[in-house]
Structure formats: C-alpha cells, structure tokens
C-alpha cells in the first residue's frame, strides 16, 4: 500500500469511529510502525483535515454525544481538587473536552481531555498519579479554561453554579 492510500484509509478508519484509536492499533491495522502513523496524522492535518490528539488516541471530530451546547469556565483550584472539579462538570450534565492555559511565553495552550464519563475521568486521574509530568494549569498558579460540551444553557449555569459552590470557579 502507497503513503497516499494508507493516510486516505487512516481518515476513513477514524471517520468510522466515534471513539480514539491509538497511533498503535493503527500502525497493526496497516503493518507500520507507530512513528509511521504519528506522520501520516501530521501530514493529514497539514493537509486541513482537523484530527485531534487525545491520550487515548486520535479522533476525526469531537464525541459530544448528543450535547449540543458549548460554553467554557475559568477554574482556579489545587492539585487535589482536581478530580472534584471533574466530577463536578460530569454530575451535573457536562462533558470536559479541554484544559487551557495562557502561557507567558506561548501564549494559550490547549490540551484535548474529552472526558464524557467518570470511568474515562478516573483513567486521566490515574495517569496524573502515576507520571511526574503536571497539570498545565501548574504553569499558572492553578488557573485554567475548560470547554465544556452540555444539553443546554441552563445545563451549563448549573454546572457554574456547582463549580462555584465547591470554590473551584475563579473570582477575582
């Protein structure tokens, strides 16, 4: 199979799914190697194509399964609140898609989360555990954005509302 195919079947292969697929089961779909699969993404998005990377792989378009309002929150909160903060947005309706950071020298930096459930929220809590890379929000005092996807706008308030209440919503 030709470089070209291969990309073309890779796009078609995460059209087909709703869920990440890792640059791994890919590279044993097609009989390459994983750094192959890292490539042919670049080379797909530099192409115009909008695949995001998450931890658990990569992904056509965004999973908000069937939530159609979109709003984002300003947090600012510990280390150990993290996972309250999650749990939170999840209790109340909401899927966490980002985490974004206003870097001094970078400016903003987005990391993809796409968490829409508490199993996927405790698999992202375990890997902040067991690795000694940080939170971005780390990098700024503990203040972060979140793009969160919900039913509705009222949805959403209530979701402020909850954050606000646990002291994890930032107020000057």
């Known amino acids: 199979m030709q470089a070209a195919e291969r990309r073309e079947k890779v ?18 779909q097609f009989g390459v190697s ?31 399964s069937g939530n159609h309002y979109i709003g984002k929150v300003v947090c600012q909160h510990t280390l150990d609140q993290t996972k309250e903060e999650i749990y939170t947005i999840l209790e ?24 829409s459930n508490k199993a996927e929220a405790d698999v992202f809590l375990k890997k902040t555990s067991e690795t000694k890379a940080g939170l971005l929000s780390e990098l700024t005092k503990g ?26 919503l930032y107020q000057e």
Do not use: W
């Open 34 to 64: 994983r750094q192959v699969i890292v490539g042919d993404i670049a080379l797909i998005r530099a192409a115009g194509i909008d695949i995001l990377s998450t931890p658990k792989g990569y992904m056509k378009q965004l999973n908000l």
């Open 143 to 168: 203040i972060h954005l979140h793009t969160i996807a919900c039913e509705d706008q009222l949805s959403f308030e209530r979701i402020k509302s909850a954050l606000k209440q646990r002291n994890i």
């Open 92 to 115: 109340n309706g909401g899927e966490l898609m980002d985490v974004i950071i206003d870097h001094p020298f970078y400016g903003e930096l987005t990391g993809r989360l796409n968490i």
């Open 11 to 28: 796009l078609e292969q995460l059209g087909k799914e709703n869920h990440p697929i890792s640059a791994s089961t890919l590279a044993n």
